[in-house]
DNA sequence: AGTTGTGTTGAAGA
DNA sequence: ATCTTCAACACAAC
C-alpha cells in the first residue's frame, strides 16, 4: 500500500518524464478516470507537456502545460511503471497507459482498481475541498513539534487512528502509523488528548524519523508496491510490527499482537507499548 | 467451493 | 459533530 515514503520514491522516480508530453492514453478499465469520461480525458490530455511532478500526502501531482494538474491517488494496490520495467506478477495488472513523446510508457498497475486519475485545472485543484482540508507535510520544516501538539489538542480519537488521518497529518497509513508507535512506545488505542509531553515528543520525533528512513530504502513492500522500474522497496527489512502478529519482538521478545481497530488492523508489542493512563 | 482477509478513501447511516 | 459500516474490486489463503 503506497504511503508518503512509496508514493515519495515514486514522484522522485517520475522526475524522469519531466518535459514530456503526452501523446495518447490506453485503458481497459474506464472507471479508473474520474471527473471526465474516458474520451474527453483521452483528448484533453493530448499533447499536454509534463512541467513538474510532485506530491501532497498520498497524491502524486503532474503539473501541466496549460494550467492543468493530473492527480493520480495509488490507493490501496495501485502503482505507476515507467518505461522499461522488473517482470512481476504484481506489475501484470496494468490498466492504463500513458504515451509519451520520447516513445516511453507510463502505465498503472493497480490488482484491485481503486486507484483514481483526475485531470484538473490546478487552480480549481489547488482550491479544491478534498485538497485544502489535507493535514500539514509531516516532513515539512513547517510541521514542528508546536505544529503537531496543536493538532492533538482535544483529539478524543485513538492516536493511531489520528496518525492515520489524512485531514489531520498527511500521508501517513497503516503501516508506518503501527511502526512509529512501536518505536514511540504508545498503545495504539490511547487516545491523543491523553499523552503527556514526553510521550508526544516521541511520536513526532519517530513521525520524522521512520518516514525518512522509509524513503531512504525505497518503501515497503508488504505485497503490491514497486518503484517505477517495478522493483521492491526495502523498508520491509526494518518493520518491527507490521504483519509481525504472533512473531517476537524484537526489543523484548513478547509477542506481537494484532487487534481489530474499525476494520484494519493495529500491530503492536503488549509489553512494550502497554495501555497505561 | 464458499468464506475471510487485505486497507484507502468517500459516502451513507446512526 | 462524530462514530461506525460499507462499497469500490480482485485475488490469496484457508
Known sequence: M??????????KGLQKALNRAFISVWTDSEKIIKKLDFKK????IKNKKINKVWRRGKNIIFELSGGYSLLIHQKLTGHLLYDRWKRDKVNDYIHLKFFLDNGKVLALS???KFAKVELWKTEELLSSKDFRKLGPEPLDESFTFEKFKSLLINKKAKIKQILMDQDIIAGIGNIYSDEILWWAKIHPFRSGAELNEKELKDVYKY?????????KLKGTSVSDYRDIKGEEGQFKKLIKVYQRENEKCFRCGTEIKRVKMGGRSAHFCPFCQQNKK
Not at 503506497?2 to 514522484?11: D, G, K, R, S, Y
Open 110 to 112: 493497480d490488482l484491485r
Open 207 to 215: 513521525i520524522k524519523l521512520v518516514l525518512n528512513r522509509a524513503i
Open 2 to 11: 503506497p504511503e508518503l515514503p512509496e508514493v515519495e520514491t515514486t514522484v
Open 41 to 44: 480525458f483521452k483528448k484533453e
